[in-house]
């Protein structure tokens, strides 16, 4: 089974600063997907194939990486991107998701 | 438009049996699998096994012993059936779809299901 280890588990950001959440994975994993989960809602598709936003997806985000290593970038941060950011890969089975990054607005 | 909604019991009692029901519309199940992914409260998403659209089960090992997952094409829906809960099984059951290059493109509401007695 693939691991996928997110760094950081919480952060705060302010309006306008970039952030960028690491996801990690126990072996390499042809790409990665994202998903963003706010409080009483399910999941969003939000990043697919490593880097391609999916629909609706402000163009402020983007996702890059191969290999073990991955990430999720905001460029400039605003009050609505405050949620919950999972990483999942289907490389291998089982799908496996890491354990969540939650983004908070400072 | 595609859609998915699960639904089922909202209490179990520990030892029984879960039976969800995820009732698609918008698509075909002959042509796109369906996966059944649960998140206990509070915490993160876990995989629990898919329908292939040729009828194909997979699970997830840590589940496996446990867990059935079977569909009626013909009602347009997939079950899931889960023995001996406990109370670490009490989480917001979700069935989800792909679209696209998205492997979880579309998600029901999902559904508690807690276990107590």
């Known amino acids: 089974e693939i691991v996928l280890t997110q760094s950081p588990t919480t952060i705060a950001a302010s309006p306008g600063e970039k952030v960028t959440i690491t996801c990690r994975a126990s072996?390499?994993?042809?790409?990665m997907y994202w998903y963003q989960q706010k409080p009483g809602a399910s999941p969003k598709p939000w990043i697919y194939?490593?880097?391609k936003l999916a629909s609706g997806v402000p163009n402020r985000f983007s996702g890059s990486g191969s290999g073990t290593s991955y990430s999720l970038t905001i460029n400039t941060m605003e009050t609505e991107d405050a949620a919950t950011y999972y990483c999942?890969?289907?490389?291998?089975?089982?799908?496996?998701f890491g354990s969540g990054t939650k983004l908070e607005i400072k | 438009q595609v859609q998915l909604k699960e639904s089922g019991p909202g209490l179990v009692q520990p030892s029984q049996t879960l039976s969800l029901t995820c009732t698609v519309s918008g698509f075909s199940l002959m042509d796109y699998s369906v996966h059944w992914v649960r998140q206990p409260p509070g915490k993160g998403l876990e995989w629990m096994g898919r329908?292939?659209?040729?009828?194909?089960?997979y699970y997830n090992s840590a589940l496996k012993s446990r867990l059935s997952i079977s569909r009626d094409t013909s009602k347009s829906q997939v079950f899931l059936k889960m023995n001996s809960l406990q109370t670490e099984d009490t989480a917001i059951y979700y069935c989800?779809?792909?679209?696209?290059?998205?492997?979880?493109?579309?998600w029901g509401q999902g559904t508690l299901v807690t276990v107590s007695s």
């Open positions: 194939d490593t880097s």
């Open positions: 989800t779809t792909r679209g696209g290059y998205n492997p979880f493109a579309y």
């Open positions: 329908m292939k659209y040729d009828g194909d089960t």
């Open positions: 072996s390499s994993v042809s790409y």
């Open positions: 999942q890969q289907w490389s291998s089975t089982p799908l496996t």
